[in-house]
Antibody
Framework: QLQLQESGPGLVKPSETLSLTCTVS??????????WGWIRQPPGKGLEWIGNIYYSGSTYYNPSLKSRVTISVDTSKNQFSLKLSSVTAADTAVYYCARLLMVYANYFDSWGQGTLVTVSS | QTVVTQEPSFSVSPGGTVTLTCGLNSGSVSTNYFPSWYQQTPGQAPRTLIY???TRSSGVPDRFSGSILGNKAALTITGAQADDESDYYCVLHMGSGVSVFGGGTKLTVL
């Protein structure tokens, strides 16, 4: 069964770069049928899509975050990563990684449990 | 900027039927956007309910159904149960590779 697990620092200082990794187990990140995505949820608020990446490295980003976001993939480790630069308190959120099925459908079919990242000095 | 609209809150009586909607700030929602629906309870990751407008995800009870109603995507819960009390999010996948979440609907069953 596919599992996704987010990992990274739970506390980041303002103006620094948030870095998270999602480790995929029970399936290959190199499957041609899927993209891999990051979604976040500020405390008490709704879900916000950050971006998706294909195993080849092709990316799509939320236009509102595009200038600060980089998503990368490491197929040898079955991982993909998120970097968000110049963070502020508004970037405090639970960050989820998820798998996006792209063949004959288009939806997030598997989610990680999420990890809380707090931006504070 | 694409904005996906959902009712902020809704309430339904146990055993009742409720329809939540998912619209666009400009234009109509069609199957081309592959509307999907997710259920989230506090402290938990979202759970996939419906994808490609009206296909239930594995293990989802048939009291959940999806459709296009007018110019919006819709999630209907028929015979609501207490544990359906959750937040519900729709997602539209734009042709440009961008995914857009709605603001979510908080459903109360009382």
């Amino acid at each position: 069964q596919l599992q996704l697990q987010e990992s990274g620092p739970g506390l980041v200082k303002p103006s620094e770069t948030l870095s998270l990794t999602c480790t995929v187990s029970g399936g290959s990140i190199s499957s041609s049928s899927y993209y891999w995505g990051w979604i976040r949820q500020p405390p008490g608020k709704g879900l916000e899509w950050i971006g998706n990446i294909y195993y080849s490295g092709s990316t799509y980003y939320n236009p509102s975050l595009k200038s600060r976001v980089t998503i990368s993939v490491d197929t040898s480790k079955n991982q993909f990563s998120l970097k968000l630069s110049s963070v502020t308190a508004a970037d405090t959120a639970v960050y989820y990684c998820a798998r996006l099925l792209m063949v004959y459908a288009n939806y997030f079919d598997s989610w990680g449990q999420g990890t809380l990242v707090t931006v504070s000095s | 900027q694409t904005v996906v609209t959902q009712e902020p809150s809704f309430s339904v009586s146990p055993g009742g039927t409720v329809t939540l909607t998912c619209g666009l700030n400009s234009g109509s929602v069609s199957t081309n956007y592959f509307p999907s629906w997710y259920q989230q309870t506090p402290g938990q990751a979202p759970r996939t309910l419906i994808y490609s407008t009206n296909t239930r995800s594995s293990g989802v009870p048939d009291r959940f159904s999806g459709s296009i109603l007018g110019n919006k995507a819709a999630l209907t819960i028929t015979g609501a149960q207490a544990d359906d009390e959750s937040d519900y999010y729709c997602v539209l996948h734009m042709g440009s590779g961008v995914s857009v979440f709605g603001g979510g609907t908080k459903l109360t069953v009382l």
